[in-house]
């Protein structure tokens, strides 16, 4: 295969860069209500999934791993004061909690006005009274969705129904039709080895089904499963950006860095030409909360920072422990293993 290499260096002086994922994710939540509080909480309500996806690290399968109802009051009790968004997942499916509803309506009942609820789902338990509920609770849906055609779909998403997916999303985005494009029902594409060379054809697929928003990361581990970084993913991912700004359909993440290359208004330019910020601020910012209490330093969990069964989140929040941390996650010698290759700041081993 032939294809044109366009130069990726950027002539002139040295520049800093400090763009980084994790910024894209936070653009609107509007900072911190409360420096004792995080501006953002994921809520993990349930590891519980009903796919089997290979690329998913905890092999998630359904076990009764489900956060009580009483600690997830409790929680929401402490912090809606001051959260400014809540996600209602992290590495299960949540719409598979039997008393999802419940949980929704109690969180919508306490949070701040100007707090956003979103969840991400696997689309496949999008029926259309979950979608009606999902409508006028407000609530922001992200459907994950790694494919533009059924085998890879199926394949990559264990126990899926690619048809059905795309229905659900389609009838989810006419439910939505009316909604600000940044709240308006979207998709996430997890960059791997299968789909890397048909971004721009999910783009096009999850278009025609009505979704306006579309977010996109580079999966980084099980490595068996990564994307291989080479100049037709640069070209790639190049090519789906020019296309969600032609259709304006809202880019809400993208990876900053792929391999040595850094993202620069639109397209990709190597490493050199900059001074790079990997500094992370996650911990400062948010937090992610287990189905049994554990607390981790963020959604790509990190270290854990304590448990909240038998003591409050602020206690933890603002503990030695959780400081102690919050250092080490910027210190090269003393950072947790996937703080070193994590994506969402720029790094890699």
């Not at 939540?29 to 996806?53: S, V």
């Not at 270290?303 to 400081?323: D, H, I, M, P, T």
Request: aromatic share 10%; proline share 3%.
């Amino acid at each position: 295969m032939f294809f044109l290499v366009k130069s990726r260096k950027m002539e002139g002086t040295m520049k800093y860069y400090v763009n980084n994922s994790y910024k894209q994710m936070h653009a609107c939540l509007g900072g911190q209500a409360a420096m004792d509080f995080p501006e953002k909480i994921y809520l993990d309500i349930t590891q519980d999934c009903n796919l089997y996806c290979g690329m998913c690290r905890d092999g998630l399968e359904v076990t009764g791993k489900t956060m009580s109802f009483d600690l997830y009051c409790r929680l929401v009790d402490e912090t809606a004061p001051y959260v400014k968004s809540y996600s209602l997942f992290n590495w299960g499916e949540p719409l598979m909690v039997k008393d999802f509803r419940e949980r929704v309506l109690y969180i919508n009942e306490k949070k701040r006005h100007d707090c956003v609820v979103d969840i991400s789902t696997n689309g496949m338990l999008l029926s259309g009274d979950m979608i009606e509920f999902l409508r006028e609770q407000d609530i922001v849906v992200t459907v994950s969705f790694d494919a533009a055609d059924k085998a890879t779909f199926e394949r990559i998403r264990g126990g899926s129904n690619f048809r059905r997916v795309c229905d659900n999303l389609r009838a989810l985005s006419k439910a939505f039709s009316r909604v600000p494009i940044n709240r308006a029902p979207g998709i996430y594409t997890t960059v791997q080895k299968d789909n890397q060379r048909q971004l721009t054809e999910i783009a096009k697929l999850a278009s025609s089904l009505g979704a306006r928003r579309m977010g996109f990361g580079l999966l980084t581990a099980p490595r068996a499963f990564c994307p291989t970084v080479d100049p037709l993913l640069l070209a790639e991912i190049e090519n789906l950006a020019a296309y969600l700004d032609a259709e304006a359909m809202l880019n809400d993440l993208y990876p900053t860095r792929v391999g040595d290359y850094l993202w620069w208004g639109s397209q990709f330019i190597h490493k050199d030409s900059f001074l790079v910020d990997d500094t992370c601020h996650a911990p400062l910012v948010s937090a992610s909360i287990a189905y049994n209490g554990d607390v981790f330093l963020c959604c790509n969990v990190g270290a854990q920072a304590g448990n909240v069964a038998a003591k409050s989140f602020r206690e933890v929040w603002l503990s030695e422990k959780y400081n102690e941390l919050r250092q080490a996650v910027n210190d090269r010698n003393s950072m947790p293993g996937p703080c070193k290759v994590c994506a969402w700041f720029n790094r890699r081993s």
